[in-house]
């Protein structure tokens, strides 16, 4: 996968969230969904949290440091559950406003990096995966994931 092609599939996955959104009332976004007590906005918000930490990684890793985000020692399920409450009750327009920013936030981080360092392993953390599969991993997988719960709840 090329550098424009990566961004590409970013655009292409965001994409796929707005026109399931698009004709949904409001009223079927923040009501609790099937998974419990997370309604589609708090998927949103998760997402967008989850993207923000990689954001962030990268702009650590374009000034030569170790992101945290690699080497954090918070269970994923205590920064799942701290990030739901840093959310819950935030407006839906405010969160649907960062899932989207967060989104061009990520592809001005991605457009930093050259296709040698996409394809590669980030130097200053341990793993054999490229930067380019940490990338969709957060996000084109993890909205792959949670595409089942949306669609659950668009149904509804």
């Given amino acids: 996968m090329t550098k424009q092609e990566l961004i590409e599939t970013l655009d292409f996955s965001r994409a796929v969230f707005d026109e399931l959104l698009e004709n949904v009332p409001e009223a079927a976004v923040v009501r609790p969904g099937p998974n419990g007590e997370w309604s589609a906005k708090d998927v949103l918000a998760h997402l967008t949290a989850w993207e923000a930490e990689m954001v962030r990684a990268l702009a650590q890793l374009r000034q030569g440091l170790r992101p945290e985000y690699f080497t954090r020692k918070t269970p994923v399920d205590a920064l799942n559950e701290q990030f739901y409450r840093d959310s819950k009750d935030r407006p839906l327009e405010r969160v649907l406003a960062d899932f989207e920013g967060v989104r061009e936030q990520l592809l001005r981080q991605v457009e ?5 360092e996409l ?10 995966q490229s930067l380019r599969q940490l990338i969709l991993s957060e996000t084109l997988e993890h909205e792959q994931e949670h595409l089942p719960d949306l669609k659950m709840m668009n149904d509804e």
């Fill in 119 to 128: 394809d590669a392993p980030p130097k200053s953390v341990k793993t054999s």
């Fill in 112 to 116: 930093r990096f050259s296709p040698a």
